[in-house]
């Protein structure tokens, strides 16, 4: 054995020799190897190339950074897979390996397709745990077809077109009437599999620990995929979706131990301050109002607000204008989840569909123990987003869903019913709690202004275009209209959200009109942001009606709105509004969903010993938002873990410890926040304790 490899060693050493005296030579030959190879395995080449620039043209399609552009490891990577899974192919028969390879095309072309549809809705990449979700998604399908998927999202089937050309072009010169004896089979078969190997020992050669933690956490998807590939992503992925199952078992102890760790860590005793108890005893209407940004708060068009009703409540009430949504794939059902626990959304998954039946300590659980009726109204059905009984886990006491509601095609819009029937409706409802339940926590989820906004001029007309008065050939003025606006995306969803403050405004004044405004405070927070294209806002902010374009950079008019403007841009409005103003004024410390229970905890005189948020009066400009995928945001800077990046946001000096340590305490919580949900640390903890106490 030793002679052996002292014999591979002294010919591995003569190859290095001849390839420094003759580089140039070595570079040819193995050219001609390459073209070798290719010449004699056309089939499977071209499965490979078309695998493998499919993954690469998903990632340049979706992640526009220049190290995106220029990364190799997520193609080396992306290789070795396909490789790996396609060297199978040889063990067949040669007029059998189209079928095989056929497969394997197909299955990589679907995994780009549904990640390039994934990723336009949701700016991240697609988890094998959401195929538990299709009957969730199947109602916005038509928001699907007609905002999310692309002609773009075509483009992958290239793919399975060039592989099937190349077949027929085999089949015509007689490549399949070959025959190839078992042991060829075999060789060419373990060949290619080595082939594979040393792609992939290649590529995991070059990781950094960073980038192996981050593999491990998954939590950050858009960095996953751009260091490791698509194709890698989503194998690891599968991993990820059944580890719950595994880890449930396996890694509770060290869940346990972390958790523990971190809340030893924090003052478990409520601090007071001049907002504490203000709102002890009232009535909480909470408005869980779809997709609101808190952009077009203000705005106008022609001198027409947007949002005139918000407008109102902003001014006469308390609003925190640096608030940030904290969603993952749950979209709305992860900001209920997050206002009402003050715990992220799981790293896989949704948690109202997976992990529902775990332990939480909910705003509407402490409320119920004080005396309050807590309930939910919603015009969509019980089922979606699992509400039926993840609301009844949370501490609705009742909800009111889609069969509580009148919902025929004469009301509806969009998605279902619309905001002003919905309001409408729901006010008999409301009366008859207020005769018979004192005090009261209920929820409104609104539904209309979800995208894809594409019915709304039907119910408000709002107008997006831009009026000036000019000159006409006579010299008299009259009044001249750009499209600005019109028949874009953002121009769409301005119209359905003025219809939107519409209906809100008129849901305000039917309470004031049955009294149902006394000893009531309404809570509105936006659930998310509309995902809209960054361009529209380009051409929101930088309209050039001479060319009916945007101006170009080098206009001194320019507003600048790259990534982190758009990033930072995403926030949605939280507002306090009561008829007698109990709260006023304007907070602009950054503050995120997991704040809200803390915060309100504080006003209402409640706490939860397990939140992960802060209340916003205590903790003030120290404050950090940490979102699912590892950013974060302070009143210092934005913090893009997927590009490594930070933004400023002030003009202060920011050390490389303070980043680092955000970075810690952000990887830290959202550990803490997973293990929590599935391994259900709650209710173990709870138990521990009582079992001690007696």
Avoid at 337 to 350: A, C, F, K, V, Y
Wanted: glycine content about 6%; overall charge neutral; proline content about 3%.
């Amino acid at each position: 054995m030793k002679e052996k490899i002292q014999s591979l060693g002294s010919s591995l050493e003569k190859k290095w020799k001849k390839i420094k005296e003759d580089p140039k030579k070595t570079m040819l030959q193995c050219r001609d190897y390459l073209i070798h190879i290719f010449t004699h395995n056309k089939l499977f080449c071209t499965y490979v190339l078309t695998c493998v620039i499919n993954g690469m043209l998903l990632r340049f399609l979706t992640m526009n950074t220049v190290e995106n552009y220029i990364a190799i490891k997520p193609i080396i990577a992306d290789a070795a897979i396909v490789i790996l899974l396609g060297s199978l192919v040889y063990l067949f028969k040669p007029k059998r390996r189209i079928i095989y390879l056929s497969i394997m095309e197909i299955f990589f072309t679907a995994i780009c397709i549904i990640n390039s549809i994934y990723y336009t809705f949701y700016t991240s990449f697609a988890s094998i745990s959401m195929l538990s979700l299709t009957q969730f998604i199947a109602p916005v399908g038509d928001a699907v077809v007609e905002n999310v998927m692309q002609i773009k999202d075509l483009f992958y089937l290239w793919g399975p077109l060039c592989l099937f050309a190349m077949h027929f072009h085999l089949k015509k010169k007689g490549y399949y009437n070959l025959e190839e004896s078992v042991n060829k089979k075999r060789k060419r078969t373990l060949k290619t599999l080595i082939a594979g190997s040393i792609f992939m020992v290649i590529f995991s050669i070059t990781l950094t620990p960073l980038e192996i933690g981050r593999f491990a956490n998954q939590w950050n998807r858009e960095y996953i995929v751009m260091k490791f590939g698509i194709y890698t992503y989503q194998f690891n992925d599968v991993i990820k979706s059944v580890e719950p199952k595994i880890t449930s078992i396996f890694g509770f102890d060290e869940a346990m131990k972390e958790f523990r760790e971190y809340f030893e860590g924090v003052n478990q005793n409520p601090k007071t301050n001049a907002y504490t108890n203000k709102l002890k005893g009232k009535n909480i209407i909470a408005i869980h109002a779809e997709s609101v940004q808190s952009f077009a708060i203000g705005l106008k068009f022609n001198g027409v607000e947007v949002t005139p009703t918000l407008n109102r409540l902003v001014s006469e009430g308390l609003y925190f204008n640096n608030f940030y949504s904290q969603v993952s794939v749950g979209t709305s059902s992860d900001t209920e989840l997050t206002l009402s626990t003050s715990l992220m959304p799981t790293h896989s998954g949704t948690a109202f569909v997976s992990y529902f039946d775990r332990k939480y300590i909910s705003i509407q659980n402490l409320l119920s123990d004080m005396g309050y009726y807590t309930f939910s109204m919603h015009g969509n059905t019980a089922d979606f987003w699992n509400r039926r009984l993840m609301h009844q886990n949370l501490g609705y006491q009742k909800f009111f869903s889609k069969a509580y509601f009148d919902v025929n095609k004469n009301n509806s819009i969009g998605l279902g019913i619309s905001d002003k029937s919905f309001f409408e409706q729901a006010i008999p409802y409301l009366i008859d709690i207020k005769n018979e339940h004192q005090p009261f926590y209920g929820t409104f989820i609104t539904l209309t202004n979800h995208t894809p906004f594409s019915e709304i001029e039907k119910y408000d007309p709002f107008d997006v275009d831009l009026k000036v008065l000019e000159e006409n050939e006579l010299g008299q003025l009259e009044e001249v209209s750009y499209p600005y606006m019109e028949g874009t995306k953002l121009g769409n969803y301005l119209k359905s959200l003025h219809y939107a403050d519409a209906a809100l405004g008129q849901f305000l004044e039917d309470l004031e009109e049955n009294g149902l405004l006394e000893n009531t405070v309404i809570m509105l927070y936006g659930d998310h942001d509309a995902r809209l294209p960054k361009k529209d806002y380009q051409r929101l902010l930088n309209y050039d009606k001479t060319t009916n374009g945007t101006l170009s950079k080098e206009d001194p008019n320019y507003i600048e709105f790259e990534s982190y403007q758009y990033e930072l841009n995403r926030r949605v409005p939280l507002i306090f509004w009561d008829k007698d103003q109990t709260l006023k004024g304007t907070v602009s410390n950054v503050m995120g969903m997991y704040d809200v229970m803390p915060t309100l905890g504080n006003l209402m005189g409640f706490y939860n010993p397990y939140q992960l948020g802060h209340d916003i009066f205590n903790i003030k400009e120290d404050n950090i938002v940490v979102f699912p995928n590892g950013n974060w945001v302070t009143n210092k800077g934005y913090y893009n873990s997927q590009k490594e990046e930070y933004f400023p946001l002030k003009e202060d000096p920011i050390s490389e410890n303070y980043i680092k340590n955000c970075n810690e305490y952000a990887n830290q919580l959202l550990e803490v926040s997973n293990n929590m949900i599935v391994f259900d640390l709650i209710k173990k903890d709870q138990e521990s304790k009582s079992i001690l106490e007696k």
